[in-house]
């Protein structure tokens, strides 16, 4: 196992991809050997080769911004227009003793996606209930970097993270004093903190758009987010669905997405709104628009 190569990690197969294997196997050791057999052999191969290459070299010009149904709180990737990935998590808060759960989405809709290589893993914050899917992402795809806002002293899967970054040569940092990457390709990133550094949250900015992603904070801390609503207009706010109804009013938000359970009786403004709970929900920032796309594995 410590020989290089022996293992390698490699994304889910599609569909597509598993009848293209069977089809060139057949084709490779058919019953009977001819030139059609080889062509067609060959050209399942190159079809093959081609499917798998194309989500890692695909361009657009959308910033899409995928928020995940999880229980762990807030999950969810970026993909800037020029493919470049960041994957941001945000953990509910744990009380002392408490245990954490199992891994998150992440992983699972990653490979999904086919993707290998994540630019940067932001977690705000960062405790054992999802430190689990991020030692995951760590163990299974090439990684640029770790920047986390730490809850507490690790414990448990945060210490089994923390000493495999270090093996791999990229340690954790801080994302107040670890400089976390400031753009992703075309899109720029900001981490607002409050709170003395205790509250943060992530904001994506493309194309004069702002979206502010909220991790799941207590009331207290929300009520304090250090957030103008007219000079900063928002095209869409991702919050907990018990986001306090005072913040929403202030953030004035074009669209709103929810994830976890809302608040029974809770009464919400007049935008759009999305809940993660039915399934993921994309938000695409184009140039001349932004979309929302709702879908369900």
Known sequence: AWLPGSGLSVPTPTSLLIVLMYVILFLLFPPRRSRWTWVGAALGIVVLAAAITYPSIKTSQV?????????????GVVVAPGGERLVFSGARPLWPGQKGGGPGPLPAYLHWRLYRTLDAVVALPLNSRNAPELLALAQEFRVGGFW??????????????????????????????????????????????WEGGQAGALEVTYQGRRVLLLPPLRRAALLKLPWPARDRPLAALVAPGDVPAELLKRLNPERLVLFGEPAEGKEFPSCPVFFSRWGAVSLHLAPGSVTVQEWSP
């Open 148 to 193: 986390w806002r730490q809850e507490r002293q690790p414990e448990g899967p945060m210490v089994e993270l923390i000493n495999l970054l270090g093996d791999q040569g990229k340690p954790a940092r801080s994302l107040d004093r670890g400089n976390p990457p400031q753009a992703l390709g075309e899109v720029f990133l900001a981490y607002p903190s």
């Open 63 to 75: 910033c899409e911004i995928t928020i995940l149904d999880s229980t762990v709180g807030l999950d």
